[in-house]
């Protein structure tokens, strides 16, 4: 042990030692059955630890330990361990022989790797000698590989590995049998080729989460009986997977109330923008086995690019929670209208042009975000909603609001549309609109809205229509934009590009049959050129007039001997 650790053992085992003599009835500590000697800087835990053999709740997070010491194996009473936000780093202790039997050029393990194992030489701790150990949190330290001996625990309930640098999972876990919790976010998982199949045998398990994992092809090695044998869980979290595809096997189960398949900005695992990428969901439709969930009570599939939701959608029916925005809809299935248990439902930041569903049976909804789309009309039936309490309609194109616009609600947003304030108040009345603005002031107080992007309604139409033109969106400016998605404003710049070209290949046609209509017939016609406009529509060329002096019949200069007779 070197110096400066000695050191650090001797302060901490006084200030270990002070703590406990202000603890009523000194001497007897082991009695002691909860110890918190987090955020204080150790790089070893003191060796008085082993006294407290009545010990069941260790936490020693957010210090800078790089080992879980192997002292905790004294504490056989030991039932949580909180390890979080340290500098442990447990390495392949196989590597080196592995390495000893195969050739450099088809080892897995880089150089860096094997000469790490080399050094390590600490004593770790072997998790399977605490046999009443349930509770492991080891997250957010420099973990490479899941723990040999933890993996052989036969009484894990809550395990949380999540956001370390794990390439791999072990083959076999003795507690997927009785585990209720697993977190495994942000773990590379660079050498995992194929799920291990104690992971779908989790039978007691009520969350699991792979947030920030890339998996990619691996979630189509989910089978389709997952649903038969983890039909306990509730909470399934995967968000910026990399996955193409919902994975059908997922679909079978029917207990799950929380999904979330997202994409959030970039985490601080993604160092580089291919990192950042990679891990983003790219799920363009949801398959019809989706309306399987009928327990389903939350849904999160924002920034992932659907384009279609399925016409069944309305099976589920228990649904509380929608958030589908920032996607490629440009229609809303009838079904929808089933979802009548539905409280939030946000569509912003699509491309919705018609919302069209019988909005009178979502009678329970509270909270309706239809921001950044391309919708022209309110429905009526949507504002006769009484519980909703929330409307944003902010930047769509809308040109007027319905005589029947009682102002219901608590937060309303209709700015960044087609109406001006004047227009607003010649229809409505003065006391109209100064309602109006207080209920926008409450909308744009809410945590979502990104204040400095939203504009007060114009005084009139003419200004509004030339700050629509300048003013940036808050789409564009969003960090969740994508560059490869063409948003419909984006589009109609292209249609006009398109037929402004048209027009300047018009005026070239027009200008050629001008030309032509005043050259005089004397003209030598035989070494006229004519000009050919190129790329030119069907539908915007005009037929021009010509003239030709003289058509040769058929085979008329076949017999001709020279240049000259065929010239002339």
């Given at each position: 042990?070197?110096?400066?650790?000695?050191?650090?053992?001797?302060?901490?085992?006084?200030?270990?030692?002070?703590?406990?003599?202000?603890?009523?009835?000194?001497?007897?500590?082991?009695?002691?059955?909860?110890?918190?000697?987090?955020?204080?800087?150790?790089?070893?835990?003191?060796?008085?630890?082993?006294?407290?053999?009545?010990?069941?709740?260790?936490?020693?997070?957010?210090?800078?330990?790089?080992?879980?010491?192997?002292?905790?194996?004294?504490?056989?009473?030991?039932?949580?361990?909180?390890?979080?936000?340290?500098?442990?780093?447990?390495?392949?202790?196989?590597?080196?022989?592995?390495?000893?039997?195969?050739?450099?050029?088809?080892?897995?393990?880089?150089?860096?790797?094997?000469?790490?194992?080399?050094?390590?030489?600490?004593?770790?701790?072997?998790?399977?000698?605490?046999?009443?150990?349930?509770?492991?949190?080891?997250?957010?330290?420099?973990?490479?590989?899941?723990?040999?001996?933890?993996?052989?625990?036969?009484?894990?309930?809550?395990?949380?590995?999540?956001?370390?640098?794990?390439?791999?999972?072990?083959?076999?876990?003795?507690?997927?049998?009785?585990?209720?919790?697993?977190?495994?976010?942000?773990?590379?998982?660079?050498?995992?080729?194929?799920?291990?199949?104690?992971?779908?045998?989790?039978?007691?398990?009520?969350?699991?989460?792979?947030?920030?994992?890339?998996?990619?092809?691996?979630?189509?090695?989910?089978?389709?009986?997952?649903?038969?044998?983890?039909?306990?869980?509730?909470?399934?979290?995967?968000?910026?997977?990399?996955?193409?595809?919902?994975?059908?096997?997922?679909?079978?189960?029917?207990?799950?109330?929380?999904?979330?398949?997202?994409?959030?900005?970039?985490?601080?695992?993604?160092?580089?923008?291919?990192?950042?990428?990679?891990?983003?969901?790219?799920?363009?439709?949801?398959?019809?086995?989706?309306?399987?969930?009928?327990?389903?009570?939350?849904?999160?599939?924002?920034?992932?690019?659907?384009?279609?939701?399925?016409?069944?959608?309305?099976?589920?029916?228990?649904?509380?929670?929608?958030?589908?925005?920032?996607?490629?809809?440009?229609?809303?299935?009838?079904?929808?209208?089933?979802?009548?248990?539905?409280?939030?439902?946000?569509?912003?930041?699509?491309?919705?042009?018609?919302?069209?569903?019988?909005?009178?049976?979502?009678?329970?909804?509270?909270?309706?975000?239809?921001?950044?789309?391309?919708?022209?009309?309110?429905?009526?039936?949507?504002?006769?909603?009484?519980?909703?309490?929330?409307?944003?309609?902010?930047?769509?194109?809308?040109?007027?609001?319905?005589?029947?616009?009682?102002?219901?609600?608590?937060?309303?947003?209709?700015?960044?549309?087609?109406?001006?304030?004047?227009?607003?108040?010649?229809?409505?009345?003065?006391?109209?609109?100064?309602?109006?603005?207080?209920?926008?002031?409450?909308?744009?107080?809410?945590?979502?809205?990104?204040?400095?992007?939203?504009?007060?309604?114009?005084?009139?139409?003419?200004?509004?229509?030339?700050?629509?033109?300048?003013?940036?969106?808050?789409?564009?400016?969003?960090?969740?934009?994508?560059?490869?998605?063409?948003?419909?404003?984006?589009?109609?710049?292209?249609?006009?590009?398109?037929?402004?070209?048209?027009?300047?290949?018009?005026?070239?046609?027009?200008?050629?049959?001008?030309?032509?209509?005043?050259?005089?017939?004397?003209?030598?016609?035989?070494?006229?050129?004519?000009?050919?406009p190129t790329l030119i529509m069907p539908s915007k060329v005009k037929k021009c007039r010509t003239r030709v002096k003289h058509v040769p019949e058929p085979g008329q200069f076949d017999n001709a001997d020279s240049d000259e007779e065929l010239e002339a």
């Amino acid at each position: 042990m070197e110096e400066n650790d000695v050191e650090d053992v001797e302060d901490v085992a006084a200030e270990f030692r002070n703590v406990l003599s202000e603890i009523h009835g000194v001497g007897d500590f082991t009695k002691l059955i909860s110890l918190d000697i987090s955020d204080r800087g150790l790089r070893v835990l003191p060796a008085e630890l082993t006294n407290l053999v009545m010990l069941k709740s260790i936490n020693a997070s957010h210090n800078v330990l790089d080992h879980v010491p192997r002292i905790l194996e004294t504490l056989i009473n030991l039932e949580e361990i909180i390890l979080s936000h340290n500098l442990i780093e447990i390495v392949d202790t196989q590597l080196n022989r592995q390495n000893a039997n195969v050739s450099s050029e088809d080892n897995i393990y880089t150089d860096e790797e094997i000469k790490q194992v080399e050094c390590v030489s600490k004593e770790e701790l072997d998790f399977s000698q605490l046999p009443r150990l349930t509770h492991v949190n080891l997250k957010k330290n420099k973990l490479v590989r899941f723990p040999e001996t933890l993996g052989k625990c036969r009484s894990i309930l809550r395990l949380d590995l999540a956001y370390n640098a794990l390439r791999s999972l072990p083959s076999q876990f003795e507690s997927a049998d009785v585990i209720e919790h697993l977190t495994l976010d942000g773990n590379l998982l660079t050498h995992v080729y194929k799920f291990p199949s104690w992971l779908f045998q989790i039978k007691r398990c009520t969350s699991l989460s792979l947030r920030y994992c890339y998996l990619d092809m691996l979630i189509e090695s989910i089978p389709r009986t997952t649903g038969v044998v983890c039909r306990r869980i509730l909470k399934l979290d995967l968000r910026n997977c990399g996955i193409k595809s919902f994975p059908i096997g997922c679909t079978g189960l029917l207990d799950l109330e929380q999904l979330k398949i997202s994409n959030l900005g970039c985490d601080e695992l993604c160092s580089t923008e291919k990192w950042c990428s990679l891990r983003k969901n790219s799920i363009f439709e949801l398959p019809v086995e989706f309306a399987n969930l009928v327990g389903l009570g939350l849904l999160e599939a924002r920034d992932i690019r659907l384009s279609k939701l399925p016409d069944n959608i309305g099976s589920l029916v228990n649904l509380t929670s929608v958030d589908i925005s920032r996607n490629s809809l440009d229609w809303l299935p009838e079904s929808l209208a089933d979802l009548v248990n539905l409280i939030t439902l946000d569509l912003s930041h699509n491309s919705l042009v018609t919302i069209i569903i019988e909005w009178h049976r979502l009678t329970k909804l509270k909270d309706l975000n239809l921001s950044f789309n391309r919708i022209c009309a309110i429905p009526t039936e949507l504002l006769q909603l009484k519980e909703l309490e929330t409307l944003d309609l902010y930047t769509n194109c809308i040109s007027d609001l319905p005589q029947a616009t009682t102002l219901h609600w608590k937060n309303f947003d209709i700015g960044g549309n087609l109406i001006s304030r004047e227009g607003l108040m010649c229809k409505h009345g003065r006391e109209f609109f100064d309602r109006y603005l207080d209920r926008q002031v409450n909308l744009r107080g809410q945590d979502y809205v990104r204040l400095e992007l939203r504009s007060s309604l114009p005084e009139s139409t003419q200004s509004n229509e030339q700050e629509r033109e300048h003013s940036p969106s808050e789409g564009d400016q969003s960090a969740y934009s994508d560059s490869e998605h063409d948003s419909w404003w984006n589009y109609d710049d292209k249609i006009d590009e398109r037929e402004s070209e048209n027009e300047e290949i018009q005026n070239t046609v027009e200008m050629v049959s001008a030309d032509l209509d005043e050259s005089s017939e004397n003209e030598n016609w035989t070494s006229f050129k004519p000009v050919i406009p190129t790329l030119i529509m069907p539908s915007k060329v005009k037929k021009c007039r010509t003239r030709v002096k003289h058509v040769p019949e058929p085979g008329q200069f076949d017999n001709a001997d020279s240049d000259e007779e065929l010239e002339a």
